[in-house]
């Protein structure tokens, strides 16, 4: 295909994808398909009156659909942030604001990374960086209980039939533990949180624990809390760890109830993905700044064509003493988020902060991210089409793509509180 059948094939594809996601309401989730595969794949009778149907947001009726040539170019731009993150210039850089914990490469490259982008007018936008991206097992399952009411979910359907997302995590884990152990016999996992069982999105949990155990690796589900190390071994409830699949957002092991674990990775008597160094090098905000630098990746001698990519993560800087008045100024065009942050936590919209919120972002601990529009998807409530803000999130291994899926919602950030919203599979189109 010449330069210019390709161009003009992304611009119908790009026009399909804007109309379907404005004016297509058939509602393709097939909620009881989608509850007897989440209570297979649990092995409890229970598990979808239990901990779905007490999550009414947690899921969207519809899906999202996006133009093909789209969908890889975020592909590109995530190349692009991991051929960054081998330099020895950017990691110099990353890790002179990191700690102590997370100095050391010891191997494993972070499993279930989160590439979240908002889709405006002019394309995908970076935002942010997530090393303990929470929702990839339950949006495996829901992208493959969907009804074929159109041709483009059709299609979809059959591409995701092709791809085993089953056999892919367990080669993730497996890789991650060789990374570091060798051919070392597989040990036990432990999928480890705060207060797991609280935890809105333990439903997933369940899930990786028995796709993992089908594949004949023992896992657990433990609290943090629960952890004891001793004699060079860690333990939960007795049962020794090897491995740890950590959603933790304590990223360095720092709060005093996670002292055991600190402890268990400072002595190598765990692999943990993603661990501290994965986070330093990818999800701490402030990189953000330095990725979005097109003078800083220029004197670090990166290809042009790597920062063409990187141009689409909007401009971020540190807030300091010395720029936030000039920032307050500009604040009806930035994003406030914490450096530290996950989840939308702390997380403001320049236009909506007050000044008693601002007294204590302009202290510092913060980015200023320029506003970056999320696309929309429009859904029926009530007989009514109402629009809903999405982002995209791309769950990816060693720079490759895991699973696509869409988050729909009302608000500054994304949440599960929104009628209407909740995780939709996304279908190229």
Not at 41 to 51: H, I
Not at 96 to 110: H, K, L, M, T
Not at 194 to 216: I, S
Not at 356 to 373: D, L, P, R, S, T
Request: glycine share 10%.
């Amino acid at each position: 295909m010449d330069q210019a059948l390709a161009g003009a094939s992304a611009t119908v594809s790009r026009t399909a994808a804007e109309q379907l996601n404005k004016g297509c309401f058939c509602v393709t989730l097939d909620r009881a398909a989608l509850c007897r595969a989440l209570v297979r794949e649990a092995g409890d009778p229970e598990f979808c009156a239990n901990s779905i149907e007490t999550r009414p947001h947690l899921f969207s009726n519809v899906p999202v659909f996006l133009p093909a040539a789209v969908i890889s170019e975020m592909a590109g731009i995530v190349a692009a942030i991991e051929q960054v993150a081998r330099m020895p210039a950017y990691r110099k850089a990353v890790l002179g604001w990191a700690p102590e914990i997370a100095q050391e490469d010891r191997g494993p490259i972070g499993a279930f990374m989160g590439y979240d982008f908002h889709l405006d007018g002019e394309g995908p936008r970076l935002i942010e960086i997530n090393t303990n991206a929470g929702g990839a097992f339950l949006n495996a399952l829901l992208a493959r209980a969907q009804l074929a009411c159109c041709g483009e979910v059709a299609a979809g359907l059959e591409m995701l039939e092709a791809d085993d997302f089953s056999a892919n995590v367990v080669a993730m884990f497996r890789e991650e533990w060789r990374r570091r152990r060798g051919d070392r016999a597989m040990p036990r996992i432990a999928i480890v949180d705060d207060r797991p069982e609280e935890q809105y999105l333990h439903p997933e949990f369940v899930l990786a624990r028995e796709m993992l155990l089908r594949a004949g690796i023992d896992a657990i589900i433990a609290d943090a809390t629960d952890l004891a190390y001793a004699d060079g071994r860690l333990t939960a409830g007795g049962l020794e760890i090897g491995m740890i699949y950590n959603r933790l957002t304590d990223f360095a092991f720092a709060q005093p109830e996670h002292a055991a674990l600190f402890a268990a990775y400072r002595d190598d008597a765990v692999v943990v993905t993603p661990g501290p160094h994965n986070h330093a090098l990818f999800a701490d905000k402030r990189n953000l700044t330095l990725l979005s630098d097109q003078e800083t990746l220029k004197s670090w001698g990166v290809p042009a064509a790597v920062r063409d990519r990187l141009a689409t993560i909007p401009r971020t800087v540190l807030v300091t003493p010395e720029n936030a008045g000039a920032l307050w100024q500009a604040r009806k065009d930035l994003f406030f988020k914490p450096t530290g942050g996950h989840g939308g936590k702390a997380v403001y919209r320049g236009d909506k902060v007050t000044r008693g919120v601002w007294a204590e972002i302009a202290k510092g601990g913060y980015v200023a991210q320029a506003f970056a529009a999320p696309g929309e998807r429009a859904v029926l409530l009530d007989g009514a089409p109402v629009a809903r803000k999405m982002d995209v999130r791309l769950y990816t291994y060693g720079g490759r793509i895991l699973l696509a899926a869409a988050r729909l919602y009302q608000g500054q950030t994304t949440n599960f509180r929104t009628p209407g919203g909740g995780f939709a599979p996304v279908f190229g189109v």
